[in-house]
């Protein structure tokens, strides 16, 4: 199984920080998040991964090259001319998964020790075209499932914008954890360009194909993404 990790993003919430680094480079208990996303995919045997960058993208390349890539085959997707959001992002990245595996896609200001083993058993099984990591927690924007856990929806309570894609009796809200597994063949069903949000992607396609959540009861689930997160922890 190959990975991606989503770490092109301005970190805007970790300013001033990232004003003079990238967000995948400020550290957490004394490593930066990029190390942290990468000991998590390699620990669960992930040893091809591709990064995205865009925000002071030389300071990860040397990061990377100064730890040997951590012991693992790392690829660079270059987003230094436009910012491609999540879903642009992993579209311009479809070269490297191109051995017909489903594979995992993680942000890299995410704490997680969530076992990507029984994640990929349950997508194995279920066999959706993207399986979600999702859990029961206070946010602004949750995706919205039915009882069978299958992708019905979005919502952002501070909005009030609500997005249906299918029609049910019942919608339970949960957060997404920022760790999902897709298969290959969502590739040929992305007709947007340019910029766009993984989110959109999912909402757009959660009418007609079979997208799951899976409960992320892991111990530790922290995001650092914001300022307030990261002191003193």
């Not at 642009?88 to 083993?117: E, T, Y």
């Not at 993984?198 to 959540?213: F, M, N, S, V, W």
Request: charged share 25%; glycine share 6%.
């Amino acid at each position: 199984m190959k990975a991606m990790i989503l770490a092109a993003g301005l970190g805007t919430r970790l300013r001033p920080l990232t004003e003079s680094m990238p967000k995948a480079l400020v550290e957490v208990e004394g490593k930066p998040l990029l190390q942290h996303a990468l000991e998590h995919v390699k620990r669960y045997g992930i040893r091809d991964v591709i990064v995205n960058v865009h925000h002071f993208p030389s300071q990860i390349r040397d990061f990377l090259r100064a730890n040997d890539n951590f012991g693992i085959k790392i690829s660079i997707s270059d987003e230094s001319d436009e910012l491609l959001e999540t879903g642009g992002g992993l579209k311009k990245a479809s070269w490297f998964f191109n051995d017909d595996n489903p594979f995992v896609v993680r942000n890299v200001d995410i704490l997680s020790n969530l076992d990507l083993h029984a994640m990929a058993r349950n997508h194995s099984l279920e066999k959706p075209l993207a399986t979600l990591a999702i859990r029961n927690r206070n946010t602004s924007r949750y995706f919205l499932f039915n009882d069978t856990k299958r992708l019905c929806g979005w919502e952002n309570i501070k909005t009030g914008e609500k997005r249906v894609s299918l029609e049910c009796e019942e919608l339970t809200p949960y957060a997404f954890s920022g760790i999902q597994i897709l298969q290959p063949e969502i590739f040929s069903f992305i007709t947007e360009t340019g910029r766009f949000s993984l989110t959109d992607l999912y909402i757009r396609l959660a009418a007609c194909h079979l997208i799951k959540g899976y409960m992320d009861n892991a111990l530790e689930w922290r995001d650092i993404g914001k300022i307030e997160n990261r002191i003193n922890r």
